[in-house]
């Protein structure tokens, strides 16, 4: 059973924070890069952040670049998104994703067909 459940979001008012989790179910998240996407209403999915297997590659959308940042700790199974300064703008439903297991442990990319594994969602609104 293959499994990610995201938590953290909410309501919040710009320049709050918020820290979301992606915890792993049924596997050991040791074996796969995450990254976290994002969709608002009327636009299409797109990457926010990853992080490769290791940790030590990280990739960001230019549009969360020194507000965002992404960490896992294998020992509790969990991926984070620190997200602060947040804005209208960044109002979505925010998924987390695993890559295919054996994935290269240097490698993470923000691209969603490349990922294997989804979690539901945790919504996210940043009232202006």
């Known amino acids: 059973q293959l499994q990610l459940v995201e938590s953290g979001g909410g309501l919040v008012q710009p320049v709050q924070s918020l820290r979301l989790s992606c915890v792993a179910s049924?596997?050991?998240?040791?074996?796969?890069?995450i990254g976290w996407f994002r969709q608002a209403p009327g636009k299409e999915r797109e990457g926010v952040s990853c992080?490769?297997?290791?940790?030590?590659?990280?990739n960001y959308a230019d549009s969360v670049k020194g507000r965002f940042t992404i960490y896992r700790d294998n020992a509790k199974n969990t991926v984070y998104l620190q997200m602060n300064s947040l804005k209208s703008d960044d109002t979505a439903i925010y998924y987390c994703?695993?890559?295919?297991?054996?994935?290269?442990?240097?490698?993470?990319?923000?691209?969603?067909?490349?990922?294997?594994?989804w979690g539901q969602g945790t919504q996210v609104t940043v009232s202006s």
């Open positions: 992080i490769s297997r290791s940790g030590g590659t990280t």
């Open positions: 049924g596997f050991v998240l040791d074996y796969y890069a």
């Open positions: 994703a695993a890559s295919p297991r054996g994935l290269p442990s240097s490698i993470c990319v923000l691209r969603g067909s490349l990922y294997s594994y």
